[in-house]
């Protein structure tokens, strides 16, 4: 990168952090620390709400994910909107009503302390890790690209974090929040006009391309347990990751709890929950208009340029080099096909415009091929060598094509969308040690700074806990997907306990107690045996039904052990 690319990256960064620790230093309350003082207006809610979802994976991944499958990820979000209303009407009038400082602390109050602390203890564990890997995630990509040593990336990372949520609290995660929303969309926004403006194409023609190349798949309706995205999984399984992820994880819980009122915090969910698809739809469709471009212009056959060097290194880079021709020998077919086929669709030629995208596509096919016997070279020059390069393709086509000051633009985008989840995630993992761990079971009846002190030591504690996991993490399938996933191992269960609690009056705190942990091993169980068998039986289970499995399991085990229960005899 340049001097001015440079610049504007820790340039960004520092005012940012700066800002945070200016507007926030100074003594404080439980209640200013922990839930901003109650003077957030709505539109901050709702992009903090948007910030702290929008991790750096989102850009890193999302377009790499339309790279290579198309626009279909869109309909993970189909159900947002009606978890928003569901939870507007329902979840925020009962925390505003009980002015609880944490979602579990509701739980004590419907049930009994131990369902309140394993409900904690849940989320505990799985944003403990989600916070790891929103700190390893962009950190792997952007030390490979800045050619950083990874563990200092993890800890430049982790340590900006930590100074102003540790120094603010909630205020200071959600006023940050504006300016990294900014930067964010901003970037990503001015990224995309300029790869449109790149393409040696009409734009209609790019929509054309991308068409026949079968990338526009936005919505499918065929109904299939396996499939992780359709517009079924969309509207179901993660209907019920949103109503978890946003009416009982604390990292999202806090954001609205900070409202100046009910209606404020209810007017920042509905606007997340309408400007969050249309801004994913953005981040994929710039995705798919890189694909476009590199239909036209070579792609790398492999986009991970640490591996390609590694193999330059070693005996297999005379074989590297034979496929690296074939692959540019197949892109040059391919792209004299897609010039020939808008040929055809100008001239309204159905027939010719059929059989050239056959053509094309099977070209394409030919290039995954080639990309496959690379990876599979890699593997054989390293077994533990990293073969899944989606995560890199958005950020290398900025490096490669784009002019000085956006590329530095660009990777503030990703430092910043880094920095604003995590630090919701450190902000929400002391909230909930100090208040439904600490003051409730420890240490109790203390001053109101003792636990503000407390609760910056304990998000000092968790950033270092999520450093250290970030150091040691392994690289997932795909970035969002594993976030995706490590939070519908558990949030099926915390939702299901909430909505016993909402729904359910008749039953107690044993019974949903011992549900939530069979619940939870089941989860599990399946998770640990899927693309096998259990009991016999084959698992073919794409990860966003677990957490409708989990909710209803919930429903059903509790109410089958209250029934089960021996009725207390009145006493006379």
Known sequence: MSALDWSILFGTLALI????????????TMERYLKGGNEMNWWTIGLSIMATQASAITFLSTPGQAYSDGMRFIQFYFGLPAAMILL????????????????????????????????????????????????????????????????FTNIFIGVLVIVYTASGGTRAVSITQKQQMTVMMGGMILAGILVIYMLPVKFTEALHVAGKMDKLNIVNFDFNLSDRYNFWSGMTGALFLFLSYFGTDQSQVQRYLTGRSLKESRMGLMMNGFLKIPMQFIILFIGVMVFVFYQFYQPPVFFNQVQVEKLQESDYWTAYQELETRYQATFEQKNTQIFDMLDAVKQEDAAQTDLLRSRILDSAKEQESI????????????????????DYVFMRFVMDYLPKGIIGLLFAVIFSAAMSSTASELNALASTTTVDIYKRSINQHRASGHYVKSSKWFTVLWGGFAIAFATYATLFENLIQAVNLLGSLFYGTILGIFLVAFFMK?????????????????????????????????INIGYLWYNAIGSILMLVISAIIQLGMPKKRKKK
């Open 17 to 28: 952090v700066g800002y945070g620790v200016y507007k926030t230093y100074g003594p404080s």
């Open 88 to 151: 507007s009407i329902f979840f925020i009038p009962v925390y505003y009503r009980l002015k609880v400082y944490t979602a579990y602390e509701f739980l004590e109050s419907r049930f009994d302390l131990k369902t309140r602390t394993l409900a904690a203890s849940l989320f505990l564990i799985q944003r403990g890790l989600a916070a790891g890997i929103t700190i390893y995630a962009p950190a792997i990509i952007l030390s490979t690209l800045l050619n950083w040593n990874l563990t």
């Open 371 to 390: 990309r496959k016997q690379v990876k599979e070279l890699i593997l054989k020059n390293d077994p533990l060598g990293e073969t899944n390069d989606t």
């Open 506 to 538: 008749w039953v107690r705190g044993h019974a949903v107690f011992l549900a939530a942990l069979i619940t939870e091993a089941v989860i599990l169980l399946i998770h640990f045996n899927n693309g096998g068998e259990l009991l016999g039986v084959p």
